[in-house]
T-cell receptor
């Protein structure tokens, strides 16, 4: 296992379409995170999972955003009815869980462009 | 609430000169602090971290950072800049209370002048 992978790397879609991104974490990591990064900004936390449980989702940007991790392995992030303001880089990260706040390992990101 | 402030969105240094990137944090409990580097069109790579113990932390590629509680700072330094250090650098904070939610600063773009 060489790291966190994300698919696709780039996605261009028209406003109003739905998009889904996939993230495969490092295999032994039980925590998985989604972030959004816009130009000139740092990553903004969206949601995270411990195994298959979504432990924090209040910071998802709107009800058009949803995430799943059905078997505690890979995760998907879906954006429904995309808007131009959704154009950004979507980053996935994974980490070990536990008492200590372990470092997060990031994937290469999916760049979304909404036209 | 936690937050991170990175002073200076753009920093330029000459090759071989000292690199200093500033990070100040706000946290009501003992923080965990991280520096990440991002190259164009890539994800973030961990440079170094502070959790507990020694306040001077050494990372990869010759970088180090010092946790100063009294100043609520975690500045990143490197004695001698290399052309390959040109990238975007992000400071992040988390703590036990919020679990693994990382709060990132807005980043500092480092340019190295030959």
């Amino acid at each position: 296992d060489t790291g966190v992978s994300q698919d696709p790397r780039h996605k261009i879609t028209k406003r109003g379409q739905n998009v889904t991104f996939r993230c495969d974490p490092i295999s032994e990591h039980n925590r998985l995170y989604w972030y959004r990064q816009t130009l000139g900004q740092g990553p903004e936390f969206l949601t995270y999972f411990q195994n298959e449980a979504q432990l924090e989702k209040s910071r998802l940007l709107s009800d058009r955003f949803s995430a799943e991790r059905p078997k505690g392995s890979f995760s998907t992030l879906e954006i429904q009815r995309t808007e131009q303001g959704d154009s950004a880089m979507y980053l996935c990260a994974s980490s070990l869980g536990g008492v200590v706040s372990y470092e997060q390992y990031f994937g290469p990101g999916t760049r979304l462009t909404v036209t | 609430a936690q937050s991170v402030t990175q002073l200076g969105s753009h920093v330029s240094v000459s090759e071989g000169a000292l690199v200093l990137l500033r990070c100040n944090y706000s946290s009501s409990v003992p923080p965990y602090l991280f520096w990440y580097v991002q190259y164009p069109n890539q994800g973030l790579q961990l440079l170094l971290k502070y959790t507990t113990g020694a306040t001077l932390v050494k990372g990869i590629n010759g970088f180090e950072a010092e946790f100063k509680k009294s100043e609520t700072s975690f500045h990143l330094t490197k004695p001698s800049a290399h052309m390959s250090d040109a990238a975007e650098y992000f400071c992040a904070v988390s703590d036990l209370r919020t679990g693994n939610q990382f709060y990132f600063g807005t980043g500092t773009s480092l340019t190295v002048i030959p």
